[in-house]
């Protein structure tokens, strides 16, 4: 029996079409060993609007910054809400011993090892 938390269906309205596509294949998948207990109807109604809020809004702000332009005149949709300058490129904190061993893992994973 597989019991989702509310924020499972609430990021529902968060997902691109094609992750929320797969999430509604998985969750039909289980058919009735899937079990939404009233309490997540509940939040999941009670906090739906706001969401959709939140989703709007992100929505509208990331197109607001794709349409601004840069210092060299064209849209950077590649560093929407990262810091920029020195914080960016790292020189706003000394280097961590375990950046290296963490970017590593992660390439790892990426290949499948």
């Not at 914080?87 to 280097?95: F, H, V």
Request: aromatic fraction near 4%; charge should be positive; glycine fraction near 10%.
């Amino acid at each position: 029996m597989v019991a989702p938390d509310a924020n499972v269906l609430l990021n529902l309205y968060r997902y691109t079409e094609q992750a929320r596509t797969d999430l509604l294949g998985a969750l039909g998948a289980l058919g009735d060993r899937l079990w939404v207990p009233h309490q997540v109807v509940d939040e999941f109604w009670r906090n739906r609007e706001s969401v959709i809020s939140e989703a709007r809004s992100t929505s509208k702000n990331a197109s607001q910054e794709m349409s601004r332009p840069r210092r060299d005149g064209g849209a950077d949709p590649t560093h929407l809400g990262q810091p920029s300058g020195p914080e960016r490129r790292g020189l706003g904190r000394p280097p961590r011993p375990a950046d290296g061993c963490l970017r590593r893992g992660a390439e790892e994973d990426h290949r499948g090892r």
